[in-house]
């Protein structure tokens, strides 16, 4: 790919920058170098090379779900400044 200036133009409208003279050479050339390094790493041989999403072993952390008794409700509600039908009563909040 050809970094040229009309693509850095685009590169700034998109980016909402605004860039000078000089910036806007180095963006050529920095962008050039990035996409040399993109197209070297295209010639490595992969073959046989595991895909994965992350580079460290990951596995699910979570704990089993697992029912266990809950709170008295009675115990909970006496905290409650109102209370209706063994449930905390809140003001409305939506019309």
């Not at 050339?29 to 790493?41: P, T």
Request: aromatic content about 6%.
């Amino acid at each position: 790919m050809i970094i040229d200036d009309k693509l850095i133009d685009y590169l700034k409208e998109l980016s909402r920058l605004n860039l000078s003279e000089e910036e806007e050479e180095r963006a050529k050339k920095d962008l050039g170098s990035i996409l040399n390094y993109i197209d070297k790493l295209g010639e490595l041989d992969t073959e046989g090379v595991e895909e994965m999403s992350h580079p460290f072993g990951y596995t699910n952390n979570f704990r089993e779900d697992e029912a266990v008794a809950s709170s008295d409700r009675e115990l909970i509600l006496k905290n409650a400044p109102q209370q209706k039908d063994g449930c905390f009563k809140v003001p409305k909040t939506v019309e």
